[in-house]
């Protein structure tokens, strides 16, 4: 068996990408993208159609990224047997209340289209507003994954907050540890990325918790590899590629079992415990602020894109 092959008997794999070819031949559970992956997969000949239709939806900006989101969501709901996570706008994520507003827009475009809410995450960035937003929409019924998460005391708050599924981003975590120590490379198995993961898994399953973990930003399979056993774990296209070339033997790394056992003290992630345990870590605050620039960053192209296929059709 495949190194892929054993990993999907210890973890569900997710697919890390908005192309819809790509998940078609890698078969993972569910899929997640985001505003660089939709941005990216938009450009690309064979999905035009579907930047077309959210074009032709609406003249309304934002409505009709909502749109092309959903689209996106759609057609990859119709390959995956699972779940697709939908990002909110990254320039609301210090806006309870409009955040709140957007998930429940993308939710009822999802219903509009004839998919069940069950199989629909919304991202949100784990700020602490993004958090107390997800919190809302949970009771809701709408099931969010808190992505851009960097820190413990973030994962802590969101299980309080009784969210669905949180994202740690084991790679960014990575390359700011390696950028901090100026060196070239960090092994797995000391990968400060994968230990903050476990870490986490540990904690949740040691308290009961019913967020789900899911490791994401991989930058190579040694990572993946010391996390087998973890909840979920979504890769991209390109490692899913070199884990199903590997042949070798894979071992569970992460135990629910075995950390039940385990003796963690718990941490109460009240806003003040969190903005100060925020503000105590320079990666994570760093890493936050970054993470949701670049989201940001990449509507805006993906607005300047859409918006200029608009204005070449009405011509």
Not at 136 to 150: A, D, K, S, V
Not at 174 to 197: F, L
Not at 288 to 307: M, N, V, Y
């Amino acid at each position: 068996m495949s190194v892929l092959e054993q990993l999907r008997d210890m973890t569900v794999v997710v697919a890390d990408t908005g192309d819809i070819e790509a998940m078609r031949q890698y078969r993972p559970r569910d899929a997640t993208t985001n505003p660089s992956l939709i941005l990216k997969a938009a450009q690309m000949d064979a999905y035009r159609s579907l930047v077309d239709e959210a074009i032709g939806a609406t003249d309304d900006v934002d409505e009709r990224l909502d749109r092309l989101a959903v689209l996106f969501g759609c057609e990859i709901l119709k390959i995956v047997p699972g779940r697709v996570s939908t990002e909110v706008d990254a320039g609301l994520s210090f806006d309870t209340d409009a955040t709140v507003e957007r998930a429940r827009r993308l939710i009822a475009l999802y219903e509009s289209a004839g998919v069940d809410r069950g199989r629909v995450l919304i991202k949100i960035a784990s700020t602490w507003e993004g958090i107390k937003a997800a919190e809302q929409l949970e009771r809701e019924g709408i099931h969010c994954n808190l992505t851009l998460l960097f820190s413990f005391v973030q994962a802590v708050a969101c299980a309080e907050a009784r969210i669905t599924l949180i994202s740690p981003f084991v790679g960014r975590i990575y390359d700011w540890h390696r950028k901090d120590r100026g060196v070239d490379h960090i092994p797995a198995t000391e990968d400060p990325g994968v230990a903050s993961v476990t870490r986490i898994y540990n904690y949740f399953k040691r308290h009961e918790y019913k967020t789900e973990v899911m490791g994401a930003s991989f930058r190579n399979t040694g990572e993946i590899m010391e996390l087998a056993g973890c909840d979920l774990l979504t890769i991209s296209p390109q490692l899913l590629a070199e884990l199903e070339a590997l042949d070798q033997p894979l071992e569970l790394r992460l135990d629910a079992d075995a950390a039940r056992e385990m003796d963690i003290e718990p941490l109460h992630a009240d806003e003040k415990t969190f903005r100060w345990l925020m503000n105590e870590d320079a990666m994570a605050t760093e890493k936050l602020a970054q993470g949701i620039r670049a989201f940001a960053a990449d509507l805006e192209k993906l607005i300047d894109f859409t918006s200029a296929l608009a204005e070449g059709k009405a011509a």
